[in-house]
């Protein structure tokens, strides 16, 4: 089983690696042939263009990814490209509109009453979206649905459920297992530094076992209702085998954190996750300005969640709605300009003296993670056309220290273990031109 990150700068060790990076060899080769494969362009072709044959595979399905097979539902089978453009807004045209319109209201007018009580009946029975009229705000809105529609479609599960937060996402997968009396959770580290001590302090009333992924299958007990895991993994980037830690999960439904990756490098559900998450703050939105969650997962596991979502209340705004149907629509291209430019500047880190390691996914991407000989404090301070900010997958170029803000809530030992040395710098690279960035990182790496 695999679960590192590429270490561009680590290559005396014999291990092959489908991205390893030799420092001396063009990276950008490398990892970006990484990333034009999952793009699906084919490598050597010389062809720089969009995805054009990445096709979904059938909705919902578990098992192997099924590269180039037709979804069954409306559209036949679209491109993933397509999807990120047309999903959840099919309906459109027909209605004589053109822009998704955004639907405010908090609560719905019925003068029937008896059938109100009836839906309500029925979404307490199972949490299906109340066929009919909406309700009330809180079971569900007709806005955060075309972005939910949007996102499992992208995935390829049956449903969608969103969040106000990433954090209120996972929490409700959280208690849709401890209401079920399975509270033992099974995960890997590293994990984003707050899911990691939501589960540590046990702030639910959930238990956890951290363990190597080789350890998942000894670590599940009768009362284990999860296996978390991220991949690209937050800040290291390590990648994890999902196809392996679904077999090894059994029963017990894997969630899988595709934040980093995003449906477009990686869809976790094709390997057996049963569950997805995002925080939709990052990617799916792409310009900085929505906070927001989504957990992809069949239509069983998103009735409960919509349950605990209504009774708990973490809903998402149909304004941030809006705002991430939008940021779908471009998701696939900048996802491959971010990935273009991170490649190219992850190729510089790893000859770069100053560097002492650079680790950067098999499977491409636009984050790149490395651990420099300086002061990482000083790069911080020195950076200019980057911002010097937590958070990810914006249109601009972000960089933060792991040690003292995304991770600085997990234990400094826990930290250490798990591979977030305190020389660690977390880039997530946006969609500047290369050489602008390099000059600004090579700048501040001088004052490192
Ligand atoms: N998962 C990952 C991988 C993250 O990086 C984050 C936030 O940085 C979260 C989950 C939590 O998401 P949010 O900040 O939207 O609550």
Request: aromatic letters at 4%; proline letters at 5%.
């Amino acid at each position: 089983m695999d679960f590192g990150s590429v270490d561009v700068r680590d290559t005396c060790d014999g291990v092959e690696g489908a991205g390893r990076v030799t420092a001396g060899e063009t990276a950008g080769g490398k990892g970006e042939a990484a990333m034009e494969a999952a793009l699906g362009v084919e490598e050597g072709s010389g062809v720089r263009g969009p995805a054009t044959v990445r096709r979904l595979a059938t909705e919902g399905r578990r098992g192997p990814a099924v590269e180039g097979s037709r979804a069954p539902a409306a559209g036949g089978g679209r491109a993933l490209a397509t999807e990120a453009v047309h999903a959840g807004r099919d309906d459109l045209a027909r209605q004589g509109l053109h822009a998704v319109p955004i639907d405010l209201s908090t609560t719905y007018p019925s003068y029937d009453s008896r059938g109100e009580a009836a839906r309500i009946d029925a979404f307490a029975t199972d949490g299906a979206e109340p066929a009919g009229p909406p309700v009330y705000g809180r079971l569900g809105n007709p806005t955060v649905a075309r972005f939910e529609t949007a996102l499992a479609r992208l995935e390829g599960t049956e449903s969608a459920v969103a969040f106000a937060s990433g954090m209120a996402a996972l929490s409700a997968v959280l208690l849709v297992r401890n209401a079920m009396g399975l509270r033992h959770v099974v995960a890997v580290r590293p994990l984003y530094g707050c899911s990691d001590h939501l589960l540590t302090a046990g702030l639910l009333g959930s238990e956890v076992t951290w363990v190597d992924p080789a350890g998942i299958a000894d670590a599940l007990r009768p009362d284990t209702g999860l296996v978390l895991v991220e991949s690209p993994a937050n800040p290291t980037l390590a990648e994890l085998d999902l196809r392996a830690i679904a077999h090894a999960c059994g029963s017990v439904p894997l969630l899988a954190d595709n934040t980093f990756a995003t449906p477009v490098l990686q869809r976790p559900a094709e390997q057996g996750a049963r569950l997805v998450l995002h925080s939709a703050t990052k990617y799916l939105g792409g310009h900085g300005d929505v906070m927001a969650g989504v957990v992809a997962c069949d239509e069983e596991f998103a009735g409960r969640l919509r349950q605990v979502r209504f009774a708990t209340g973490g809903v998402l705004h149909p304004l941030a709605g809006y705002l991430l149907l939008r940021g779908l629509s471009t998701l696939p291209v900048r996802v491959r300009a971010a990935s273009a430019n991170a490649a190219e500047l992850a190729r510089r880190l790893a000859t770069d003296p100053r560097v002492a390691r650079v680790h950067y996914p098999r499977l491409g991407g636009a984050m790149i993670a490395f651990e420099i000989h300086g002061d990482p404090h000083e790069v911080i301070a020195a950076v200019g056309l980057i911002t010097p900010a937590v958070s990810l997958g914006s249109v601009d170029t972000l960089i933060q220290h792991p040690a003292s803000i995304s991770h600085r809530i997990v234990d400094a030992e826990d930290r250490r273990h798990s591979g977030v040395s305190d020389r660690l710098l977390r880039l997530s690279v946006g969609l500047e031109d290369v050489e602008d960035l390099w000059r600004d990182l090579d700048a501040a790496l001088a004052r490192g």
